[in-house]
């Protein structure tokens, strides 16, 4: 025999004797009994939770490892889910060389029937958190495979009901240290499939405070895609990363169906950002977002440093189309309104304002073209906000509209559910707003300007305009509003004998002072109007709680002699929701109009032809002049006074 076989013979003979007395150090070291206290011992002394096994199996061929059944591992006392893990099945590989000195380096773990159950607190803790193990430990972790099957994850936060996955199939593979892990992972949440997969170079360093890996995780779910590239944070804070982040979906609904998410089939969605961050500092760049129609794009800061979260953001949309983004966003189409109501009851957003409170921010905001639910367009829009705990304000915002602009600011409180409100509008149009809501009336010019300074507070739109308080004026020049309906009631009115066509109004002006208190503005003189053959100054009031209006006023000839209604009753009514008023005739003067009916008759109308000539040569003042004149200026000061801007 020659001295190579000889040498062969010895190497082999050294590894069976190895094995051997390897798998006999085993089989003293695993007594079933002896195992389990070994375990339960070290899981209380070093990590104060309660560890308790059912039957344990030793095998040695091919390799040594534990078969286990029935493994649970408790929560700390807090949590309310009483184990973290619990196993049906596991088994446990060891390397091999070091059961030779006594110790257990657990190089394999594989689950059956697993279940997690993580726990976060209100104040953060979280149940998977642990104590680094001791260096002098005699069991010591250097995985190179793990799997699991028929296995559930449960997440549950404070005393929120749990969320479940099912983990259908988990591999992870990797060399000696950590080094060039693979997994690849199927997870199930109400029929709906997530799967992930990737490679990271080195985890040798997990856990430990701003370690990171070069890395790519790539998900999938339906039609949607996602790719995680870079360097990933290993630490439990996510302190430092730099990262790309992509997105491609076709269609999203798969994935919203796995996050537990009901939407309505939404639009189809592309975005990447840049995602970098050092010592809990994130900056994100190159923020691309496109869905549906709507192309956004951006940039900002979140700042973890400090005791409070602090961000900022620029922001910048091509085309938003309010009603159109949140249907592609998968967000249901909203009902219609009530009959007879200026808004819907859909509530506000308030939680969203609640949920920030503890942060700190700015953003500022720019969109090129934005169509609100209304149907107004509003170019060049721009808005610098800022954030205080659960206290939205907007310092800026303008834009263009309706043939004019709009500018002013506002204060937003999620938990008081108030805004504060002041607005400006000039050179708008009431053509422009009639066309764009889609009235069917016909309406030429308008120009309008409104000064409002209000404040409200409400859970809906509907509520907040119940509590409006503060002053809202509104000017309205001249317009040609072109209705038949219209013409003629402005016709009965003001002249029988007029030879106005009745297919339109001329409309001169009209003016609105509405010093708005909880929800009601009502007075002398609020509402005046002037076309070019009659004038209307009302008193009364508009009530905003049940979004009706009474006014009343006297409609005068501006000028010939024109033998209307008006010319015989005291005065008329505009009343009804606010949406579709009514105009009649006072009953109050209806004795007094069949009086003056009489009195035409019998004098042949020459007194009604006298009184007609006096009301032209001698008109009122003009009643959109009336109500913003000295009297009502003192008014107006007053409102101003009492506004809380």
């Known amino acids: 025999m020659n001295a190579r076989r000889k040498v062969l013979l010895w190497v082999i003979s050294g590894l069976l004797l190895a094995f051997v007395i390897a798998s006999i150090s085993l089989s003293m070291l695993v007594d079933g009994k002896h195992l389990k206290e070994l375990a339960r011992d070290k899981a209380q002394q070093e990590w104060s939770r309660d560890l308790t096994i059912g039957d344990i199996a030793l095998q040695l061929f091919p390799y040594p490892q534990l078969h286990a059944k029935h493994v649970m ?20 590989e060891f390397a091999f060389l070091p059961l030779l000195t006594g110790k257990f380096v657990v190089s394999g773990l594989h689950f059956d029937g697993l279940k997690t159950n993580f726990n976060i607190a209100n104040d953060g803790r979280r149940s998977w958190d642990f104590p680094r193990a001791q260096a002098s430990s005699s069991i010591s972790m250097a995985l190179t495979s793990l799997n699991a099957k028929n296995s559930h994850i449960r997440f549950r936060h404070a005393e929120n009901e749990p969320r479940t996955w099912q983990v259908q199939n988990l591999r992870v593979d990797g060399h000696q240290n950590l080094h060039d892990v693979e997994f690849d992972m199927q997870l199930e949440r109400d029929q709906y499939l997530l799967q992930l997969n ?23 779910s339906g039609q949607a895609s996602a790719t995680i590239s870079g360097k990933m944070p290993l630490d439990t804070s996510l302190s430092n990363y730099d990262l790309l982040v992509t997105i ?63 961000f900022s953001a620029q922001l910048q949309a091509d085309r938003v189309d309010m009603i159109q983004t949140f249907l592609d966003a998968g967000q249901p189409p909203l009902p219609p309104k009530k009959a007879g109501q200026l808004f819907r009851d859909n509530p506000f957003a308030w939680h969203l304002l609640v ?16 169509k609100l639910r209304s149907g107004i367009e509003v170019t060049d829009a721009s808005a610098k906000m800022t954030f205080n705990d659960d206290r939205l304000t907007v310092n800026k915002f303008s834009g263009k509209l309706l043939g004019g602009a709009a500018a002013g600011d506002a204060v937003f409180n999620g938990s008081r559910k108030t805004v504060q409100l002041n607005l400006q509008m000039e050179d708008t149009t009431l053509e422009q707003w009639f066309k764009q809501t889609g009235k069917s009336i016909t309406v030429s010019g308008g120009k309008m300007k409104v000064d409002a300074k209000i404040t409200a507070q409400g859970t809906s739109m509907n509520g907040l305009a119940a509590s409006v308080t503060g002053p809202v004026h509104i000017q309205i020049g001249a317009a040609k509003i072109f ?67 009474d006014l009343h006023g006297r409609v005068r000839a501006r000028s010939g002699v024109n033998l209307g209604v008006s010319t015989f009753a005291s005065e008329v009514k505009i009343t009804g929701q606010i949406v579709k008023p009514e105009m009649s005739l006072d009953e109050s003067g209806a004795v007094g109009a069949i009086a003056r009916v009489g009195a035409a008759i019998l004098t042949s109308g020459l007194s009604v032809v006298a009184t007609s000539l006096w009301d032209g040569a001698n008109p009122e003042s003009d009643p959109c002049h009336q109500v913003f004149s000295i009297k009502a200026k003192a008014a107006n000061d007053r409102d101003k006074r009492q506004s809380p801007n």
């Not at 038949?484 to 106005?500: C, D, H, I, N």
Request: some cysteine; aromatic content about 6%.
């Open 355 to 370: 949920a920030l409170n503890g942060t700190q921010g700015k953003v500022d905001a720019n969109i090129a073209a934005l």
């Open 198 to 220: 990737g490679k990271l170079d080195d985890l040798s360093s997990l856990g430990q405070e701003g370690a990171v890996t070069k890395g790519v995780i790539h998900a999938k």
């Open 483 to 549: 209705s038949p309906k219209a013409g003629q009631a402005e016709f009965w009115l003001t002249g029988l004998f007029s030879a106005k066509d009745s297919d339109r109004v001329d409309l001169s002006c009209i003016s609105a002072r509405l010093p708005f208190q909880s929800g009601m503005a009502e007075g002398e003189g609020i509402v005046g109007a002037r076309s070019d053959v009659s004038q209307l100054l009302t008193r009364g009031k508009v009530d905003m709680r049940d979004q009706t209006l």
């Open 248 to 310: 491609e979906a076709p269609s999203t609904q798969e994935f919203f169906g796995f996050l537990g998410v009901k939407q309505d089939t939404p639009a189809p969605l592309k975005a990447s950002v840049a995602l970098q961050a050092v010592n809990r500092k994130t900056d994100f760049k190159d923020l691309k977002l496109q869905l549906g129609k709507m192309n956004l794009s951006g940039e900002g800061q979140i700042n973890l440093r400090g005791k409070t979260p602090v």
């Open 73 to 92: 591992l408790s929560n700390p006392d807090w949590a309310r889910d009483k184990y973290l893990i619990e196993a049906a099945d596991m088994q446990v």
